[in-house]
């Protein structure tokens, strides 16, 4: 059966990433197995949930397939990948080495997880707006952005050309620093990376003068964006690691949101576009051909004898091109408009065709 995680979190599918974070610390207080009251199921379950709606791609999978999906291998899925885990030595009073559980729990008690893979540079965000014609057929945007950005003179090593690597005094070489912590259900030994060589264990003799030894630092970068054909208002671009960047680990990723004009004529409808078309009441009884200008060239479009206002005309593969490198079609809702005051000679015409019973 499938689990309806923001349920379990009582949150809503609208929840930002901190109201989602602040729903799981009240719940896992609640339930840890340590606590008079605690429910180590309800907390696993809760673990569960949080694993996957705070992350931006699995959240996005569970969205689309449940936990259910294929993403989430049916039934038994555990994010965390800490499935069985046995609490019964997590006692008050005792030393537990929190280096070797999750992230959820290095986030829970305020510790780190040892080791530089875990570190990773901040995802930013941004939104441009794209003209209607762009969002159909796809398009190549530059923007500018202010980050922390590798630094480009020591290549993110923070150290002086020709400087030498010196043991880092602050870990003695260890690249972690393990510190004891209290808490309400007893201490916890917690590992965070060094500061001062962000976890490789040593330092440059001489730093570099660009960054002071940083490694990154804050600078206007240029970002080519490639918008895909057929996006739609509001979806996301994830650039892989074109986020902030720290020292001696991967960057973030940047996320841009696409905002689309509106067209003054076409509208979107999935793979179709749709327009409206005003026709004169000569031309829908005895029909004519019309040339619309679409957003890729002129089209002929016949309007057939005796058509009826709110008729859909289709104009095949003028629509929206799809990933498999069909389009869509174009649509047009026809409008037959009536005259609010015939002419004398008029008048007669259509006296006549009542008299025919028309």
Do not use: W
């Not at 931006?56 to 039934?75: E, L, T």
């Not at 923070?158 to 972690?176: E, F, H, L, Y």
């Not at 490789?200 to 054909?229: F, L, N, Q």
């Not at 799809?322 to 007669?348: C, H, W, Y």
Request: glycine residues 12%; hydrophobic residues 30%; positive net charge.
């Amino acid at each position: 059966m499938a689990k309806d995680y923001y349920d379990i979190l009582g949150v809503n599918k609208t929840s930002s990433k901190e109201e989602i974070k602040k729903a799981f610390h009240k719940l896992a207080h609640k339930y840890h197995p340590d606590k008079n009251k605690g429910d180590d199921a309800k907390f696993k379950e809760v673990n569960e949930a949080y694993q996957t709606l705070s992350d931006d791609q699995k959240r996005a999978q569970y969205d689309q397939f449940g936990s259910a999906g294929p993403q989430f291998g049916g039934q038994g899925f555990d994010p965390s990948g800490m499935g069985g885990f046995d609490f019964s030595g997590f006692q008050n009073g005792q030393g537990f080495d929190m280096g070797d559980l999750g992230d959820i729990f290095s986030d829970f008690f305020g510790g780190g997880r040892g080791g530089a893979q875990q570190r990773r540079g901040r995802d930013i965000s941004t939104e441009i707006t794209i003209p209607f014609a762009d969002s159909i057929f796809g398009t190549v945007r530059r923007i500018l952005i202010t980050k922390t950005s590798t630094c480009e003179t020591c290549h993110g090593s923070g150290a002086k050309t020709g400087a030498k690597q010196v043991t880092c005094s602050q870990c003695n070489g260890k690249g972690q620093i393990r510190e004891t912590r209290r808490s309400l259900i007893g201490s916890f030994v917690s590992t965070r990376i060094c500061d001062a060589c962000a976890g490789s264990g040593t330092i440059p003799s001489e730093a570099c003068d660009t960054c002071k030894g940083a490694g990154v630092r804050r600078k206007e970068e240029e970002v080519e964006i490639r918008i895909p054909a057929g996006i739609e208002a509001g979806e996301m671009i994830r650039m892989t690691g074109m986020g902030e960047a720290i020292r001696k680990a991967a960057s973030g990723d940047l996320y841009v949101k696409i905002n689309v004009q509106q067209h003054p004529i076409f509208r979107r409808d999935r793979q179709n576009l749709t327009m409206d078309m005003e026709i004169k009441l000569s031309e829908a009884l005895l029909g004519a051909d019309r040339k619309i200008e679409t957003l890729d060239g002129l089209v002929t479009v016949e309007i057939p004898e005796g058509i009826a206002s709110g008729t859909i005309l289709r104009v095949k593969e003028r629509g929206v091109p799809s990933a498999r490198g069909k389009r869509g079609d174009l649509m047009i809702k026809v409008t037959v408009k009536i005259p609010n005051k015939l002419s004398k000679k008029a008048k007669e015409a259509v006296e006549k065709l009542q008299e025919e019973g028309l």
